[in-house]
């Protein structure tokens, strides 16, 4: 239901915008739903990046201020804008859609030092 695109290797400081389009969904669904990013680091547990829902953006504490989540519902997609990525930020991201829980496979960023 969910693919996401974008990842890559970039060097420390630099950007990537990751893209999850959910091509499956009706529109008024992937309007009203709450979607995240997440990513999960090797040897990690997966952990909540950004979310949006209608009005309101949520982001852990890790990220504030360089990374950017935005929805586009005419092209039914979600994007997580990264600046400033740091090696810590390496992982692989996953859109995610709640309550239909949808998941997509994954997209893999590598942040070079």
């Known amino acids: 239901q969910l693919q996401a695109s974008g990842g890559g290797f970039v060097q420390a400081g630099g950007s990537l915008r990751l893209s999850c389009v959910a091509s499956?969904?009706?529109?008024?669904?992937?309007?009203?739903?709450?979607l995240g990013w997440y990513r999960q680091a090797p040897g990690k547990q997966r952990e909540l990046v950004a979310t949006?829902?209608?009005?309101?953006?949520n982001y852990a504490d890790s990220v504030k201020g360089r990374f950017s989540i935005v929805r586009d519902s005419a092209k039914k997609r979600v994007y997580l804008q990264m600046n400033n990525l740091k090696a810590e930020d390496t992982g692989r991201y996953y859109c995610?859609?709640?309550?239909?829980?949808?998941w997509g496979q994954g997209t893999l960023v590598t942040v070079s030092s």
């Open positions: 995610h859609s709640h309550p239909q829980d949808f």
């Open positions: 499956r969904m009706i529109t008024s669904v992937f309007n009203s739903a709450t």
């Open positions: 949006i829902s209608s009005g309101s953006t």
